[in-house]
Nanobody, 123 residues
Framework: QVQLVESGGGLVQAGGSLRLSCAAS????????MGWFRQAPGKEREFVAAITWSGGSTYYADSVKGRFTISRDNAKNTVSLQMNSLKPEDTAVYYC????????????????WGQGTQVTVSS
């Protein structure tokens, strides 16, 4: 069992930065791939970024590549998403998730989800 709690969301102007954090409970955190997804009002949840259990590989949606960076610290049971050069279209509720099997791009891979944190980017 893994419980996830996101933090770090807020309101920022376009071009600004935010850092999201996800704190995980459970001794098996390091065995899970971790992902960030987001959901804007009226839209489906979409993949943002993911990182393998070891941190050796990272994956990004084309829309955030070069602007967002995912990282993890298995000693602290945390995963982070550094978001730079934010755009109004990045406005959404951001969720972190943990999963073990399947494509990191698919929400079906992830067994555990946080409650989400709101990110609002003003123009």
């Amino acid at each position: 069992q893994v419980q996830l709690v996101e933090s770090g969301g807020g309101l920022v102007q376009a071009g600004g930065s935010l850092r999201l954090s996800c704190a995980a409970s459970g001794r098996t955190f390091s065995s899970y791939a971790m992902g960030w997804f987001r959901q804007a009002p009226g839209k489906e949840r979409e993949f943002v970024a993911a990182i393998t259990w070891s941190g050796g590989s990272t994956y990004y949606a084309d829309s955030v590549k070069g602007r967002f960076t995912i990282s993890r610290d298995n000693a602290k049971n945390t995963v982070s998403l550094q978001m730079n050069s934010l755009k109004p279209e990045d406005t959404a509720v951001y969720y972190c998730a943990a999963g073990r099997r399947g494509s990191v791009y698919s929400s079906r891979t992830y067994d555990y989800w946080g409650q989400g944190t709101q990110v609002t980017v003003s123009s």
